[in-house]
């Protein structure tokens, strides 16, 4: 397989069905046709679950498959297990093991997404989350982009990002996800490559799945975590970069209209990778085009994710032996 031009990663689409390989389900490896839940179980039922996207990009010089940000992922997945009263019986760096393993065993060598998945299993009709059986499965499907990462035209939804005091905006709950859904749904159907939500408050909050940075007068500009926001670890590997290329970052509400006036705006996450915005509303974002910040940030992390730029190496985990 060639590799992947800065910008970009290669594989499928994600509407692609799932299907083949190996995953990690009731403690051990075992083919994903055979990891299987019944129909009364109680995530599938009422959305009492909660995950994470991992994405692993392939190093064709090297022939290494390299894992990114393993830890901060798996640190996040027992948070938001926490959150909603789930036992994960694995430490981050077991999860890790696990997922290094499971990747190896099926002999991947290309860009993958990795899924953990953390669910209420038992299966009865009870609303709640206390002295219910949990489970835990991790499997991975070759991935491309999830959305282009240049060009995207997007709209601000009707939709409201949900608030953290309604289902924890903060922890990655799939019952949540409905939210996002919905809004990005509505923005496809209109024409629209993604969907920005607004907050209860009427500020902006993020994309539909995604954290949302804005570009004004040279300073990079993103919402608050108070701003009912996923607490994004690409969001976190953004002001890592920014800091690393002088570029100034300003934590603050943002509203609606200044998406309107920004001279650059860009989506960030583990799926979207760094997805440039030229168009809010059928309004051009400055001239149009990708701006360079944006273009210098997406530059920097596509040469880090691949184990190309020695800065970040601490952002990898290696899956094969050298």
């Given at each position: 397989?060639?590799?992947?031009?800065?910008?970009?990663?290669?594989?499928?689409?994600?509407?692609?069905?799932?299907?083949?390989?190996?995953?990690?389900?009731?403690?051990?490896?075992?083919?994903?046709?055979?990891?299987?839940?019944?129909?009364?179980?109680?995530?599938?039922?009422?959305?009492?679950?909660?995950?994470?996207?991992?994405?692993?990009?392939?190093?064709?010089?090297?022939?290494?498959?390299?894992?990114?940000?393993?830890?901060?992922?798996?640190?996040?997945?027992?948070?938001?297990?926490?959150?909603?009263?789930?036992?994960?019986?694995?430490?981050?760096?077991?999860?890790v093991d696990w997922t290094v393993r499971m990747l190896a065993h099926n002999e991947?060598?290309?860009?993958?997404?990795?899924?953990?998945?953390?669910?209420?299993?038992?299966?009865?009709?009870?609303?709640?989350?206390?002295?219910?059986?949990?489970?835990?499965?991790?499997?991975?499907?070759?991935?491309?982009?999830?959305?282009?990462?240049?060009?995207?035209?997007?709209?601000?939804?009707?939709?409201?990002?949900?608030?953290?005091?309604?289902?924890?905006?903060?922890?990655?709950?799939?019952?949540?996800?409905?939210?996002?859904?919905?809004?990005?749904?509505?923005?496809?159907?209109?024409?629209?490559?993604?969907?920005?939500?607004?907050?209860?408050?009427?500020?902006?909050?993020?994309?539909?799945?995604?954290?949302?940075?804005?570009?004004?007068?040279?300073?990079?500009?993103?919402?608050?975590?108070?701003?009912?926001?996923?607490?994004?670890?690409?969001?976190?590997?953004?002001?890592?970069?920014?800091?690393?290329?002088?570029?100034?970052?300003?934590?603050?509400?943002?509203?609606?209209?200044?998406?309107?006036?920004?001279?650059?705006?860009?989506?960030?996450?583990?799926?979207?990778?760094?997805?440039?915005?030229?168009?809010?509303?059928?309004?051009?974002?400055?001239?149009?085009?990708?701006g360079p910040v944006t273009t210098a940030l997406q530059t920097t992390y596509f040469?880090?994710?691949?184990?190309?730029?020695?800065?970040?190496?601490?952002?990898?985990?290696?899956?094969?032996?050298?």
């Amino acid at each position: 397989m060639a590799e992947a031009s800065i910008g970009s990663a290669e594989g499928p689409s994600a509407r692609k069905e799932i299907v083949e390989g190996y995953c990690f389900f009731k403690g051990r490896l075992m083919p994903l046709a055979e990891a299987t839940v019944g129909v009364a179980t109680h995530a599938l039922n009422y959305g009492t679950g909660c995950f994470e996207g991992i994405r692993a990009y392939w190093n064709s010089r090297e022939t290494q498959l390299y894992i990114l940000k393993a830890h901060e992922h798996f640190d996040r997945l027992r948070r938001s297990a926490r959150i909603l009263k789930m036992d994960v019986p694995y430490t981050s760096e077991e999860l890790v093991d696990w997922t290094v393993r499971m990747l190896a065993h099926n002999e991947f060598h290309e860009d993958m997404y990795i899924r953990p998945l953390v669910f209420k299993s038992a299966q009865l009709i009870k609303v709640g989350l206390s002295g219910l059986r949990d489970d835990l499965a991790i499997f991975a499907t070759p991935l491309g982009n999830y959305v282009a990462t240049q060009g995207l035209q997007v709209t601000v939804s009707s939709w409201q990002r949900i608030a953290d005091n309604i289902i924890p905006s903060r922890a990655k709950v799939t019952g949540a996800y409905v939210n996002a859904a919905l809004a990005s749904d509505q923005a496809t159907a209109d024409g629209y490559d993604e969907a920005i939500m607004l907050g209860q408050d009427g500020h902006v909050a993020e994309g539909s799945s995604s954290n949302l940075f804005m570009v004004r007068d040279g300073r990079l500009v993103t919402a608050p975590i108070t701003a009912d926001i996923l607490e994004g670890i690409t969001r976190e590997a953004v002001f890592q970069m920014a800091a690393d290329l002088n570029i100034a970052v300003e934590v603050r509400p943002i509203d609606r209209t200044e998406l309107y006036v920004a001279d650059e705006l860009f989506l960030s996450g583990t799926g979207v990778q760094l997805a440039g915005i030229v168009g809010v509303d059928r309004r051009p974002v400055g001239d149009g085009r990708p701006g360079p910040v944006t273009t210098a940030l997406q530059t920097t992390y596509f040469r880090a994710v691949r184990g190309e730029d020695p800065r970040y190496r601490n952002w990898l985990t290696p899956v094969y032996p050298q």
